[in-house]
T-cell receptor
Framework: DSGVTQTPKHLITATGQRVTLRCSPRSGDLSVYWYQQSLDQGLQFLIQYYNGEERAKGNILERFSAQQFPDLHSELNLSSLELGDSALYFC???????????FGEGSRLTVL | AQSVTQLGSHVSVSEGALVLLRCNYSSSVPPYLFWYVQYPNQGLQLLLKYTTGATLVKGINGFEAEFKKSETSFHLTKPSAHMSDAAEYFCAVSDPVNAGGTSYGKLTFGQGTILTVHP
């Protein structure tokens, strides 16, 4: 158990819909990262928050947004969903200076 | 920008044989390097990491990796494969640490190598 909690574990929805994925980092970790894992793209970095502020942005679509709340949990919002958004979305957290990330078990999104 | 190349998307070995998973990186600064393992339907778990110091790094489950700066490599090895080692393995490089001392070090991952272990 990494200490990072993600909900929901599985989500099935239709094209055009909006979903929210939630992540609770390990106790005391200030950094939260979101990654998307798909068969064709591999593990792609989406976005990073540190203590409530956005710190780095990767290949995140404009239809996607995220935030980190004062209690440090984070949410990833995916809107106007397309078939290609079907993937496993991972949240990770870290506290150390060496960038070691601890991953949750992921949220598997299926868009039909 | 950092990048990672894993040579071989699939590696197959017999139980008891040597495991060698190859990773080459590109980085403009001294890198921090990681190997993660992902079992089916699970998240990624850290196997080992290299930051500074000794270039031969030992990790969990009998794995080790050697940082070779001249070859820009960080290959993962295990002397004797076990059936339970079957999984997908990811090499990753970390972004440079922020000069202010707070790490914003996101990881850039390779494409992964699926390890199959035959009886």
């Amino acid at each position: 158990d990494s200490g990072v909690t993600q909900t929901p574990k599985h989500l099935i929805t239709a094209t055009g819909q909006r979903v929210t994925l939630r992540c609770s980092p390990r106790s005391g970790d200030l950094s939260v990262y979101w990654y998307q894992q798909s068969l064709d793209q591999g593990l792609q970095f989406l976005i990073q928050y540190y203590n409530g502020e956005e710190r780095a942005k990767g290949n995140i679509l404009e239809r996607f947004s995220a935030q980190q709340f004062p209690d440090l949990h984070s949410e990833l919002n995916l809107s106007s969903l397309e078939l290609g958004d079907s993937a496993l979305y991972f949240c990770a957290s870290s506290a150390s200076l060496v960038g070691e990330l601890f991953f949750g078990e992921g949220s598997r999104l299926t868009v039909l | 920008a950092q990048s990672v190349t894993q040579l071989g998307s699939h590696v197959s070995v017999s139980e008891g044989a040597l495991v060698l998973l190859r990773c080459n990186y590109s980085s403009s600064v001294p890198p921090y390097l990681f190997w993660y393992v992902q079992y089916p339907n699970q998240g990624l778990q850290l196997l080992l990491k290299y930051t500074t110091g000794a270039t031969l790094v030992k990790g969990i489950n009998g794995f080790e990796a050697e940082f070779k700066k001249s070859e820009t490599s960080f290959h993962l090895t295990k002397p004797s494969a076990h059936m339970s080692d079957a999984a997908e393995y990811f090499c990753a490089v970390s972004d440079p640490v922020n000069a202010g001392g707070t790490s914003y070090g996101k990881l850039t991952f390779g494409q992964g190598t699926i390890l199959t272990v035959h009886p």
